[in-house]
Each structure stands twice: as C-alpha cells, then as structure tokens.
C-alpha cells in the first residue's frame, strides 16, 4: 500500500507516538483522522497538520462507531488503523498498601488491550467494504504492544498484561482478517522520549538510556512513526510484533 494512498485513523493522536505518527503520515501525503479524548489538542494537532479528528474513547462501543463513521466520510473510506492510545499503570502485586487494586488492572487492560480491540474490528469492518489492490489487500492495523509484554518489570502487572494481550492478538486476528485482506501488525517499544517521560527531568532519562544497549539514548517518537510508515507500506508484514527498542531487555 502506498502512504500517499492510506487513509489512516490514529488513536492517541494528540499525543506522543500517536502525534507522530499523524504528522509523519501527512508528511508523506496520507490523509488521516486523529481519534483522541483531548478535543482541545486533538483540534490544534489536527488544524496544524492538516488532518481531521474525532473525539473518541476507545473502550465505548458507540464513541468508535461514531468515529469511525466520521473518518470514513470525510476521508472516502478507512484503509489504515494505527493504536497508539493507552495508559501506564505502576503498581505492585502486593505492596504496602495491600493487593494491586482491582479497578486500576481493570480500567488498564480496558483502555490498552479492549479498547485497542475495539478500535480495530469496527476499523476492519469498515476496511473490509474496499476494493483490494493488486495484492487483495483492503487494510492494514497496527497496535501498540510494548517491550513489557515480554519483559515486565515488578509493578506493571496490569500494564504488561495489557501489551501482551495485544501481542497475542496479532496472529490470530491476522488469520481472522485474512479473507477480507485486511493485515494486522503490532509494534512493541521500548522506553521512548514521549511527553511523560520528558517530565521525568534528565537525571532520570539518562538513568533509563544507560540501560539501552545502543544508540545509549530513549527512542524517538519520529523512529515510531517510521517503522508504522514502512510497515503500511511492506505487505508482506503481517501477523507479527516488532521490537523497537535499542536491544533493551529490561532488567
């Protein structure tokens, strides 16, 4: 699929690696619908970019048909899906306070793993009334796991559990989606230089690039956005999970 034929939806467009997936998308001609709660920053993303939005939760039902509806009409039709909307939960099994708390795991595995699910089969559902390339192929999804879902470090129980969750969806849902032509793909990152952890201050960055085995530096946001880029782009990616992540293998 050619980008400067994809009409692609971003969920968690506003910001971090949705944001720049949106604006390296329209960069290289895509049209594109940032989904997103934020209707202040999804609206100054949109209006500088060039591209539409939607304000959108990804875990209720109606809130994504209704913005799927929107995108597809002001675009002509959905042939794109990238997931990038979530949460991170940090907290422990048990801890000092007691067990994990059983709505933070709930409302994390909602957002990240249901509502991504969500999002891409009212997506394929909409991918599936185009005509197919030369290839047969009418879509391509991709989700945002995460290094964690291999990996997790003690106190992202939830949060791991959510990104695995979307790992293992992949195969399955490509299999599921292979009659329509439609292919699914997932992205894991490791730790990127997104807004909340510039926040962080550079002590802890610099702490957090010393274990990245190299370049000894947190991802870029734009490094993201590229590999959603080529994987549109290379249909014969399909089915599988990519690791972007320096060769961190977190402790």
Known sequence: MLITDTKAIVTGGASGLGEATARAFRDSGAQVTIFDRDAERAATVAAEIGAGFAV????????????????SAEMGRINACVNCAGIATGEKTFGRNGPHALDSFQRTISINLIGSFNVLRLAANEMAKNEPNEDGERGVIINTASIAAFDGQKGQAAYAASKAGIAGLSLPVARDLASIGVRIMAIAPGIFLTPMLESLGEEIISGLSADVTFPKRLGKPCEYARLAQFIVETPYLNGEVIRIDGALRMQ
């Open 56 to 71: 959108v939760d990804v875990t209720d039902e109606a809130s994504v048909a209704a913005g799927v509806a929107q995108a």
